[in-house]
Structure formats: structure tokens, C-alpha cells
């Protein structure tokens, strides 16, 4: 299984409503990755873990909670988000930090996120 | 600040030519390059890896790299209307522990 899986792939919330993103990946990765990309930019790093453990936070405001429960489950939970969160989520996973510059990453389809 | 600079096109060219995308990077300590494609709305896959200077070729696609010059470019032989797409440029710092990615080249690949 070379895939990170994301679901789901398309999601409307409005800004009261409490959402989770979830990303799965069984490649024996042990670095996994949030990254947010609006259209026509570049993805911006949000969240990176390492071995389930959380090692930057890249200043995301608190509306955005991650959660890793395994080595093949990286989560993201949504709650108060506002119209300008919306974008496309991504999850990425590598071998493992360190060696994110040795292999690259695997992405996720995504997530496209739209805030009402 | 570390900056991963591309030309955000867009990048037109006919089938069958050269496509020349290109590349340049602030922070004198990266070790790995990788180019991504992404087509609108889908998320972005990785199609060549690059650490030592000089070319690295594979199929339709060479990347080079200039270390020194601190430029990493990406060439498509053969263009064909399905290379129409956004190429992103990433690149790793020594931490490794993230990559840095370029805004990304739009090319279009004309019939």
C-alpha cells in the first residue's frame, strides 16, 4: 500500500459546527504532515509529528486541533473556523523526519474545506 | 527566511518542444531537491528527487542541479498536453524536518 487516504474529500461546515479531518496511511511512515493550500499558493506547513509525537506547530491558531493516535493516523479537528479557512487540506506522511530530504512525501488527495 | 523561488508563468509551450522550469533557493544548507506536479483542484505528486549536482534523468523528465549557483531546474522533453499542470519546486533544509515549497509554474502545453 504506497497511499495516504483522506477523507472525506469534500467538506461544508459553517462556522459553529465542530468537523474532523482524517488521514490513514499504512506505509510504515513515521513522520505525517498537515499542510494547507489555498488556490494558485503553495502548501503551507501547518503541523508536523514525528514517531506520534508533535514537532512543530507552525503558529496555526487554536480553531485547528491535531491529533495523532497511531503511527497510521493523523487527525484534524475543526471547530469555529471562519469563511478565510477555507482551502484545500492535504496530509502528507514520509519515512520520517529528518528524511523528509532524503525520500520527499506522499500526499493525500486532500480535503476541500469550504466554510459557510 | 527561507525562500524557494519559482516563476509562476504561465510557462506556454508547444507539444512535442522543451519545457524549462526553473528554480532558485535561499538557504545554502538544503540537501534535497523535489519537484512536484499538480493539476487544478488535486493534490501534488512527486515526479523527481534530485541531492547532488549535475542531471538526473528519468523517462520524458531531467532535473538539474547547481549547488554552488544554489538553481535547480526541471526539464520536460517531449511536452505533451497531459504535462499541462502547476510544477512545484520543494526543498529540504538540513533539519529535514520539513520541506519549503516554490508558488509554483503553471505550464501549458498547446496541441
Known amino acids: 500500500d504506497t497511499e495516504v487516504t483522506q477523507t472525506p474529500k469534500h467538506l461544508v461546515m459553517g462556522m459553529t459546527n465542530k468537523k474532523s479531518l482524517k488521514c490513514e496511511q499504512h506505509?510504515?511512515?513515521?513522520?505525517m504532515y498537515w499542510y494547507k493550500q489555498k488556490a494558485k499558493k503553495p502548501p503551507e506547513l501547518m503541523f508536523v509529528?514525528?514517531?506520534?509525537?508533535?514537532?512543530i506547530n507552525e503558529s496555526v491558531p487554536s480553531r485547528f486541533s491535531p491529533e495523532c493516535p497511531n503511527s497510521s493516523l493523523l487527525n484534524l479537528h475543526l471547530h469555529a473556523l471562519q469563511p478565510e479557512d477555507s482551502a484545500l487540506y492535504l496530509c502528507?506522511?514520509?519515512?520520517?523526519?529528518?528524511?523528509?530530504?532524503?525520500?520527499?512525501?506522499?500526499f493525500g488527495s486532500g480535503t476541500r474545506l469550504t466554510v459557510v | 527566511q527561507k525562500e524557494v523561488e519559482q516563476n509562476s508563468g504561465p510557462l506556454s509551450v508547444p507539444e512535442g518542444a522543451i519545457a524549462s522550469l526553473n528554480c532558485t533557493y535561499s538557504?545554502?544548507?538544503?540537501?534535497?531537491f523535489f519537484w512536484y506536479r499538480q493539476y487544478s483542484g488535486k493534490s501534488p505528486e512527486l515526479i523527481m528527487s534530485?541531492?547532488?549536482?549535475g542531471d538526473k534523468e528519468d523517462g520524458r523528465f531531467t532535473a538539474q542541479l547547481n549547488k554552488a549557483s544554489q538553481y535547480v531546474s526541471l526539464l520536460i522533453r517531449d511536452s505533451q498536453p497531459s504535462d499541462s499542470a502547476t510544477y512545484l519546486c520543494?526543498?529540504?533544509?538540513?533539519?529535514?524536518?520539513?520541506?519549503?515549497f516554490g508558488k509554483g509554474t503553471s505550464l501549458l502545453v498547446t496541441p
Open positions: 502528507a506522511s514520509s519515512f520520517a523526519t529528518g528524511t523528509a530530504s532524503n525520500y520527499g512525501y506522499t
Open positions: 506505509m510504515g511512515h513515521r513522520a
Open positions: 509529528y514525528s514517531y506520534e509525537k508533535l514537532s
Open positions: 538557504d545554502r544548507g538544503s540537501q534535497s
Open positions: 534530485i541531492y547532488s549536482n
Open positions: 520543494a526543498v529540504s533544509g538540513d533539519s529535514g524536518y520539513a520541506l519549503n
